[in-house]
């Protein structure tokens, strides 16, 4: 017999203790181990991201998918280039995009993430990375869909931390950094600096060899 999940109304495995499309738990007061935590916190973040702009009951912010969360500031001339000094990986795209990875470090440590927190020690630049890279290059790093133009210039956030994805409704034990991921990611666009997807890994994916 097939149970219905209460959060996303698909079909669950009667024995399942999450909903593998959602990650929502299937009863109250199951013990979960360490991986089955991690699994239906990417279930969760999947899910959220797939839904991401259906999920906006509440007032925009800067933080919220498909929004204007930094603001363009450098200009590009005639080659699409900015004026900034040619260096590191990204070179060669950090120099397409309208703004720095100071303006999304300064971004990443003000405007905290609604759909996952940091459970541990609180973030500090040290613990921020970002590339530039193109669109088709993001998704085989993050093996996702950006869902953008394979060329658009894409800015990717690698932030170390304690994370656990925040549930709609959840229940509200005590934070336990044992059973998070290490690893969240951020995707802006490099020329409007909207925020598009974010989520979590449980290995470092930047920085990345991107070809
Ligand atoms: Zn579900």
Redesign the pocket.
């Known amino acids: 017999m097939a149970i219905v999940?209460e959060?996303?109304?698909?079909e669950?495995q009667d024995d399942a203790k999450f909903?593998s499309?959602?990650?929502?738990p299937t009863a109250r007061g199951i013990s979960f181990t360490p991986e089955e935590h991690r699994a239906m916190t990417l279930a969760f973040m999947e899910?959220q991201r797939k839904q991401h702009g259906l999920l906006e009951p509440k007032p925009f912010t800067p933080e919220m998918a498909g929004i204007r969360s930094i603001t363009p500031h450098l200009a590009l001339n005639a080659s699409g280039k900015n004026a900034l000094p040619v260096s590191g990986v990204d070179a060669q795209y950090a120099s397409q995009a309208t703004y720095t990875s100071a303006d999304v470090v300064a971004f990443s440590l003000a405007h905290p993430s609604r759909v996952i927190r940091n459970v541990g020690a609180p973030l500090t630049a040290a613990d921020i990375t970002i590339q530039f890279m193109t669109d088709a290059q993001a998704d085989k790093v993050l093996d996702i869909a950006i869902g953008e133009s394979p060329d658009e210039i894409i800015c990717v956030v690698q932030m170390k931390g304690f994370w656990k994805g925040i549930m709609p409704g959840g229940r509200r034990n005590a934070p336990d950094p044992s059973l998070s991921l290490a690893y969240a990611y951020r995707v802006l666009d490099g020329k409007t600096g909207n925020l598009l997807v974010e989520g979590a890994r449980t290995v470092a994916f930047l920085p990345a060899t991107i070809s």
């Open positions: 999940c959060k996303c109304e698909r669950v909903c499309a959602c990650g929502y899910h």
